[in-house]
């Protein structure tokens, strides 16, 4: 049997998030990486396999998708990872889309991070 932690990926511009879901989700379990822009997000999704991403839709600024570029690239490269969308500007029309593009999950900001714990227990992932 493979005891090795689960690793997670946090993906989000704002460092207070960033250290809120590190603290919420650790456990011996987890290994919890973050990445507070893009390229950080899309040079360690290159480098390790995930078992759960979860990542905001906006990196860079108030008209920035850069969520998506992430979302498209775990679903092309990391085919069993799950992922969970975070957003603050969500519709229906936004939905859609991260759901066409790979997400497994979609939730609207402000996202309790003891909320995403027990959903990614419910993956049997924490």
């Not at 078992?51 to 969520?67: E, K």
């Not at 593009?101 to 003891?114: I, M, R, T, W």
């Amino acid at each position: 049997m493979n005891n090795a932690p689960k690793r997670i990926l946090v993906v989000d511009d704002e460092e207070a998030i960033l250290f809120a879901f590190k603290k919420v989700l650790a456990a011996p379990s987890l290994d919890i990486h973050t990445a507070a822009t893009l390229g950080q997000a899309m040079d360690l999704i290159e480098r390790n396999p995930y078992d759960a991403v979860i990542a905001d839709l906006r990196l860079s600024g108030d008209t920035s998708n850069d969520g998506y570029a992430v979302i498209q690239t775990v679903a092309e490269k990391q085919k069993e990872c799950r992922i969970i969308v975070m957003t603050a500007y969500g519709d229906e029309k936004t939905k859609e889309k991260v759901f066409s593009l790979g997400a497994h999950f979609y939730l609207e900001k402000p996202v309790s991070p003891q909320k995403v714990k027990q959903l990614i227990a419910s993956m049997g992932i924490g």
